[in-house]
């Protein structure tokens, strides 16, 4: 199979599936907004020195929400915001998690390391 259909290496396919996330899903036919209470991760970017920013969205009682969780390349341990984000749509939340430039996002680090 991979001869006939070669594939991208798992990193490369996981990074495009979190960046592009609602085209992979409608190819599903899946809803790219989650429907559960739980936060869902919806983007992911890199912010340097190793670290990940993620953007978990969740629902609440006036629309959306969203905090930005921190982890390492390596380890377990994640450091999460608090919700710095609402909204009335998970794709006005992402976009504003991808206007955010490098500084902004590292100043939301800096906030939640102890």
Do not use: C, K
Not at 11 to 35: H, K, Q, T, V
Request: net charge positive; charged share 30%.
């Amino acid at each position: 199979a991979r001869r006939l259909m070669p594939l991208p290496p798992y990193e490369i396919w996981m990074r495009s599936y979190l960046d592009n996330r609602p085209a992979f899903l409608e190819r599903l036919g899946i809803e790219s907004a989650p429907d559960r209470q739980e936060p869902v991760t919806v983007s992911v970017r890199p912010v340097g020195d190793g670290w990940y920013a993620a953007l978990r969205v969740h629902r609440s009682t006036d629309g959306w929400g969203g905090s930005i969780r921190f982890h390492r390349t390596e380890g377990a341990r994640a450091w999460t915001t608090s919700a710095v984000f609402r909204g009335e749509g998970v794709d006005d939340i992402r976009n504003r998690f991808r206007s955010f430039d490098d500084n902004t996002l590292r100043a939301f680090l800096r906030s939640v390391l102890p």
